[in-house]
């Protein structure tokens, strides 16, 4: 079945053995693979930028095929990619709250702004927002030849930001003739989950029960033509895509009916309530709140006050689950030879993306403080009674409040964002004799993103509602008074007239010009026959981001923001210069059939950070033919992006938990008093119902780049000729981590240790708050941090034989995540933390084991695909024995595997159809708490339908 060929040999282990066998349901044939194998005398291997018959990578490669896309049945590219056990979900279609609107894509949840995403081996542009990460959306599914994922720092090939690897998606711009393909699909659900209904019931909080319709459904069409011209001296490849998916609502699903507690034991809640929570309190000393002597109260049927305890509103089922998203695409890739030593080609891309994430209503979550008479309309005389009786006011005085109204009688509030991009690359490349090429292109790329945000309370018009700090209703044109004091007083006219609206434009602008030679020295080592090959490059970078915002977003207005959003305008550029070298040192000897030591280095000089080196040392040995062993080092950087240099400063938010607050703090007295809680304060703190805090964030000018060092080793064999494997260990380690103290750890360590270094951030309000106003939070701006160390090893095997005649695979990818350590800030050992294999308030679960299984069976019209996804055990980090007895997760949460069916039929030479079910035993992900993120390892949505036909001329 195998060629045993050179170049057949260097394919094998540079892109299967590399990668794990194929694992898509194929229809090739002999003839296929001798053709292909005639394609690649000269091939360039992501990783290096050297072209060489028999190049064999030393870098751990995985290949995802053009055919594993269709298989999945999922219309995004980020979406199939997110399943491989490399790629941790950065930002996705499930993600409404702050949505983005674009798909990244983060390699070993390092993040995607250390993710390196390049189109046919150059870089892909920024997808909009200040970090500069790219966006997935505007790749077009319809052309991708295959997806190649590289593990480790490719700096000194690429440029900044290959930290944690490089994705590289190869187009397929030598397709030729028509397709055309129809795709389909849709999420189904049995809700059934007992526990979950029955604390709804408790609370009388309607769900769905039993089997639903197909829901979410996706729509699209994917047109490709491609042909050459002139006499076949140039080929033009063309596509065209358009794709739509429906909305869902968490409350399509009842184990996301109703927003979980911090123990998942029961249903909570926010404090902004349906029928309102109050904050009371005389006018201190200092002329605001008192609170050293307030009160938290709700309303009686009949607009009494009375002690509120358990008056929380469920915001989940209003939030989309998945945001509806419609997206159309369309561009070429052309190239034309003029003679052997000038091939021009170009690179069109174009993609808008229009989306809306939406959340529950807006609120006046005890934002502002207001000051209202005494004497107000707004309050019934027993309302005035109950502030004599509680606080000794009477007619001239005022009183304080902090308000929590939900604004159910104005409907949810809503993100709207549309994304267009657009990528040109112009180029030549060609051979300057037989032994060297060259290759040289200007690329442009350019987003911009518009984003309204509607329907949330204004700041400043609830104020004048309530006739407080000053204001007056009765005196402004428009006013509708806002009778929060009155039960179900508030009207649709009366909320419609108190929301706002708030847009904002992001720019992103990128330059890049490339050039490079490649070609053979004219000598070789003593040991080996094949020239040494060297690449000669220089590029020349620049990347510029504007956010241009209204006054609405940069005052902060929208009570539901969080804070204000500011402008921003920042950019860099940057100039380098790199080589490459591949030196056979060895060849047809004794145990070293093949021995290539690889080299490369690059200087990168920024205009704003100064200048960086990065460089690489690799070993590739192949001891006897199906055997090899290869070893890497690289030193990777990544320069501070733009948002984490030039952001503004100001206020959002952070979900977690204030150990010093409620009645029943976890922390000490003394503990607490390190973060600035008083001996009047301590137990008597309220904690945010939501369990969502306010922070400080913005940039840091005088960043300087991460600087990481990425090691790899491995074992790549043939054990016969059905069974291949390849074993590879790696390490990651970066310093100088560019990122935020998390607020989790500076409450900790403060509290523990009384370190300022911690303790200087934390600001609590005089009531001892982080989250009533605004004047209590967590600051958390970004600082080039300690280090961080992530270590694993990544499996893969294949099993190719015949059944019956036909052919047979058995394939798998697998991930053990070793570790996932944290050091938040030097010289603090004892705050260093380890996510491998764990759940917590800090860390998202990561199973330290993440298993792709798939099986393939070719019956010529006929394809039948089964694929297991595994996820490993994962144990609670905060579990402490009995104290943690009441937690739904408990000691952890136990491993999960989803079961992935498909088949396709051949129906003629240009028809093929596809019909498969991911997740058929219609698994759900766990449930965790408001406290602890369950992360997007799990399937989301239950079971998913899709279908699609391929038409082919």
Not at 486 to 497: D, I, R
Not at 534 to 559: A, C, M, N, P, Q
Not at 774 to 790: D, H
Request: hydrophobic share 35%; glycine share 12%.
């Amino acid at each position: 079945m195998y060629s045993n060929s050179k170049i057949a040999k260097a394919v094998r282990l540079a892109m299967i053995f590399g990668a794990g066998a194929a694992t898509a349901v194929t229809t090739s044939s002999v003839s296929a693979e001798e053709e292909s194998a005639e394609k690649v005398e000269r091939i360039e291997v992501t990783g290096s930028r050297i072209k060489r018959a028999d190049m064999e990578t030393s870098s751990p490669i995985q290949v995802t095929s053009a055919e594993d896309i269709e298989i999945s049945g999922l219309t995004r590219v980020e979406d199939m990619l997110n399943t491989l056990p490399q790629i941790e979900a950065s930002s996705t279609i499930f993600s409404s709250n702050g949505a983005s609107g674009r798909g990244g894509i983060d390699m070993r949840g390092l993040g995607a702004h250390r993710t390196l995403v390049l189109i046919n081996g150059r870089r892909m542009q920024p997808g909009g927002g200040s970090s500069g990460s790219a966006d997935a959306n505007a790749i077009p599914g319809a052309l991708v030849k295959r997806v190649e994922v590289m593990t480790g720092g490719g700096s000194s090939v690429y440029g900044a930001d290959a930290v944690a690897g490089v994705v590289n998606f190869v187009m397929d711009d030598d397709f030729e003739g028509l397709e055309i393909d129809f795709i389909g699909g849709g999420y189904q659900h049995n809700n059934d989950n007992s526990y979950i209904q029955g604390l709804m019931d408790e609370k009388g909080f309607e769900y769905p029960s039993g089997g639903s319709d197909i829901e979410g459904k996706n729509f699209g069409i994917e047109i490709t033509m491609g042909s050459d011209f002139a006499d076949g001296k140039g080929h033009a490849v063309t596509y065209a895509t358009w794709k739509r998916n429906n909305e869902m609502k968490f409350g399509t699903r009842d184990y996301t009916s109703c927003a979980l507690d911090a123990t998942a034991t029961s249903c909570g809640g926010s404090g902004n309530a349906v029928i309102p929570n109050f904050y009371l309190s005389p006018i201190g000393a200092d002329g605001h709140f008192d609170w050293g002597n307030y009160e938290y109260l709700t309303l009686t049927s009949d607009s009494n006050f009375q002690p509120s305890s358990g008056n929380v509103y469920n915001y989940n089922p209003v939030n989309f689950f998945m945001r509806p998203d419609e997206r159309f695409s369309f561009g070429s890739f052309v190239n034309y030879e003029i003679n052997d030593n000038f091939m021009p080609y170009m690179e069109i891309m174009y993609m808008r993306d229009q989306t809306k994430g939406q959340i529950a209503e807006s609120g006046t979550f005890f934002n502002e403080e207001y000051r209202i008479d005494y004497d107000s309309p707004l309050l019934s005389d027993a309302q005035r009674g109950y502030l004599t009786d509680a606080f000794g006011l009477s007619s001239g005085d005022q009183f304080a409040t902090y308000i929590g109204k939900r604004n159910v009688e104005g409907g949810a509030r809503a993100s709207i964002i549309q994304h267009d991009s657009f990528r040109v690359v112009l180029g030549t490349e060609g051979e300057l004799n037989d032994s060297w090429s060259y290759d040289a292109s200007i690329q442009v790329g350019s987003t911009t993103v518009d984003n309204v945000y509607i329907n949330d309370f204004f700041a400043p018009r609830i104020t004048t509602a309530l006739s407080a700090n000053g204001e007056s209703c009765a005196d402004t044109a428009d006013c509708i008074p806002y009778e929060v004091f009155a039960y179900q007083g508030v009207t649709e006219e009366s909320a419609g007239l108190l929301t706002g609206v708030a847009s904002m434009v992001e720019l992103s602008d990128q330059f890049i010009f490339s050039a490079f030679v490649s070609g053979e020295l004219d000598f070789t080592m003593p040991g080996a026959d094949t020239p040494v090959a060297v690449v000669f490059g220089t590029e020349y970078r620049k990347e510029e981001y504007e956010r241009v915002v209204d006054e609405v977003y940069d005052k902060g207005l929208l009570l539901g923001q969080g804070g204000p959003t500011h402008a921003l305008v920042g950019g860099y550029s940057v100039r380098e210069l790199y080589t490459e070298a591949s030196i056979p040192l060895l060849e047809g000897k004794e145990f070293a059939e093949s021995l290539v030591l690889e080299l490369g280095y690059r200087y990168s000089d920024y205009d704003v950070t100064g200048s960086e080196p990065t460089y690489k040392v690799a070993l590739d040995w192949t001891p006897v033919d199906d055997w090899k062993v290869r070893a890497s080092y690289n030193r990777a950087v990544r320069s501070p992006n733009i948002g984490e240099m030039f952001a503004s400063q100001g206020l959002g938010l952070w979900s977690g938990e204030d150990p010093c607050a409620t009645d029943t703090p976890s922390f000490t007295a003394a503990q607490c008093a390190n973060t600035g809680v008083t001996a009047a304060q301590y137990g008597n703190i309220a904690a945010s119902p939501a369990g969502q805090y306010n922070g400080v964030y913005g940039g840091n000018p005088e960043l300087t780049p991460e600087i990481a060092d990425t090691f790899s080793l491995g074992l790549v064999g043939q054990l016969s000729d059905e069974i291949d494997f390849s074993v590879d260990y790696w390490k990651i380690e970066i310093d100088e981590v560019i990122g935020t103290v998390s607020e989790d750890v500076t409450l900790t360590q403060c509290a523990t240790t009384g370190n300022a270094a911690f303790c200087d951030n934390i600001n609590r309000n005089n009531g001892g708050s982080l989250w009533a106003g605004t004047q209590g939070f967590i600051t958390a701006t970004n600082i080039n941090l300690a280090s961080r160390k992530w270590e694993g090893v990544d499996i893969t095997a294949a099993y190719n034989t015949e059944l019956s005649g036909n052919p047979f695979s058995v394939t798998l990818i697998s991930t053990y995540m070793m570790t996932k350590q944290y050091e938040p800030l030097p010289g603090n050992p004892e705050a260093i933390y380890d996510c491998s294999g764990t759940i917590s308030a800090k860390c998202f679960p990561q199973p330290e084991w993440r298993s792709v299984i798939n099986a393939n069976y070719d019956m010529g019209d006929i394809g039948l695909n089964a694929k297991l996804r595994i996820n490993g055990e994962v144990s609670n980090g905060d579990y402490d024995g009995d104290d943690n007895d009441d937690y739904l997760v408990g000691t952890g949460i136990g491993s999960q595997t989803y079961l992935d069916l498909s088949v396709r039929y051949t129906v003629s030479e240009n028809i093929t159809t596809r019909l498969g079910i991911n997740n058929i035993l219609d698994e759900e992900p766990p449930m965790t708490g408001n406290t602890m993120d369950p992360g997007a390892f799990y399937d989301q949505l239950g079971r998913y339908i899709h279908g699609s036909v391929s038409l082919t001329f």
